[in-house]
Each structure stands twice: as structure tokens, then as C-alpha cells.
């Protein structure tokens, strides 16, 4: 597709039920991110890939949340036992090089929430 | 580290009215500096970009902002706005060296009255 595709858009799900958010980021694009926006928060780096570079994970906030990117291309981000707190928009950006410092192109999220 | 704040959580202009968004950052250096929007149930886009070079830059959707490194700020402005300027505008700063995720500011949201 032209854009950063996520799935689904929206998520509702039982507190302590696990759920897996998917990106699709552009084709050919090496760098993926994902950030999570909470209402007033802003937005929070969660976990950044780069090629075949192991991942940054410096912003999982814990060890409920990873994420996986199969073959350079789809990311998966896995949020197990969800709590409540979770309920946020998640956000997936892809860039063609190596760093949000030329542009990031950024998929309309999937808001989640945790009931 | 790096932060980015923006003091201002709402605004509200009339359409036809100028605006100017503050943004603040703190880091060591020389920083990349962004500003996006988001547009209700849209992801956010890209606005302008300053990197070095001239310190006012020129955006889409006629929006500008000027680099003071002297007051570590990054101001949006646009002359004269429109109601469909209405959204939320983010401030972001990334590190020269790269590979690094942006940081950014959590927001202002613009409200646009006739």
C-alpha cells in the first residue's frame, strides 16, 4: 500500500487477555517504531527496529509488551495480561533510512481499549 | 536527555486569525526539529522539518517556524488560519547522530471558531 497500514483500528479486550497489534510499514522502508499515545500524554516510544540491527526496546514500559518484525517488513506488538492502563492509541511509524531524522511516516494507530 | 515541552495543552484562534504554537526543547546540541499534526482519526503528519541552514522554515498548509537556538525554541506559526486547521499539533526533536527515535512534546490542540 502507499501508507503505514495498522490492524485493527480499534481494539476492545478483558483486562488479562493478551492482544497482538500489527503494523505494515512502507515498502522498502528499513526503520520501524512503535509509540503509544495516552489522552494528554503525548506520545511515548515504545520500541524502535533497524534492519537486521537488534531491536530498541528502551521504552517497553514492561515485560507484558514486545514486539517482533518478521523478515524486515510486518511488526507484530504483543501486549500480554492487559491492564487497564494500557488503554491507549498505539502507533506505528516506518522511515526509508535508518532514523526519524529525515521523515517517519506514521499508520492512523489502533486504539485500544482495556475493559 | 532530550524533551520537548509545549506550554500550552489548548488554544483557540478565529478562523482568519494568526497563531503561534510554542515549542521548547533541551538537548546538548544542535537538535532536528519537527513539528506534526494530527487531524481527528488521521495518523500524523509531517509538517516542516528544521535540520541547519536558514532558521525560518517554510511548511505545508502555509505554516512556518523559526529556530531560536538562543531561547531553545521552535514556534508554529501560520498568518491567517483555517477552520480546517483544527487538530492537534505535536513538537519533536531528534539527535544529529540518528538511529534514535524522535522525542516529542505532549501536544496542543488547536480548536478553530468562526
Known amino acids: 500500500g502507499a501508507g503505514v497500514s495498522q490492524s485493527p483500528s480499534n481494539k476492545v479486550t478483558e483486562k488479562g487477555k493478551d492482544v497482538e497489534l500489527r503494523c505494515d510499514p512502507i515498502s522498502g522502508h528499513t526503520a520501524l517504531y512503535w509509540y503509544r499515545q495516552s489522552l494528554g500524554q503525548g506520545l511515548e516510544f515504545l520500541i524502535y527496529f533497524q534492519g537486521n540491527s537488534a531491536p530498541d526496546k528502551s521504552g517497553l514500559p514492561s515485560d507484558r509488551f514486545s514486539a517482533e518484525r518478521t523478515g524486515g517488513s510486518v511488526s507484530t506488538l504483543t501486549i500480554q495480561r492487559t491492564q487497564q492502563e494500557d488503554s491507549a492509541v498505539y502507533l506505528c511509524?516506518?522511515?526509508?533510512?535508518?532514523?526519524?531524522?529525515?521523515?517517519?511516516?506514521f499508520g492512523q494507530g489502533t486504539r485500544l481499549t482495556v475493559v | 536527555a532530550q524533551s520537548v515541552t509545549q506550554p500550552d495543552i489548548h488554544i483557540t484562534v478565529s478562523e482568519g486569525a494568526s497563531l503561534e504554537l510554542r515549542c521548547n526543547y533541551s538537548?546538548?546540541?544542535?537538535?532536528?526539529l519537527f513539528w506534526y499534526v494530527q487531524s481527528p482519526g488521521q495518523g500524523l503528519q509531517l509538517l516542516l522539518k528544521y535540520f541547519s541552514g536558514d532558521t525560518l522554515v517554510q511548511g505545508i498548509k502555509g505554516f512556518e517556524a523559526e529556530f531560536k537556538r538562543s531561547q531553545s525554541s521552535f514556534n508554529l506559526r501560520k498568518p491567517s488560519v483555517h477552520w480546517s486547521d483544527a487538530a492537534e499539533y505535536f513538537c519533536?526533536?531528534?539527535?544529529?547522530?540518528?538511529?534514535?527515535?524522535?522525542?516529542f512534546g505532549k501536544g496542543t490542540r488547536l480548536s478553530v471558531i468562526a
Open positions: 519533536a526533536v531528534g539527535k544529529l547522530s540518528g538511529n534514535t527515535p524522535l522525542v
Open positions: 511509524a516506518s522511515s526509508p533510512v535508518g532514523a526519524m531524522n529525515t521523515e517517519a511516516f
Open positions: 538537548y546538548g546540541a544542535t537538535p532536528y
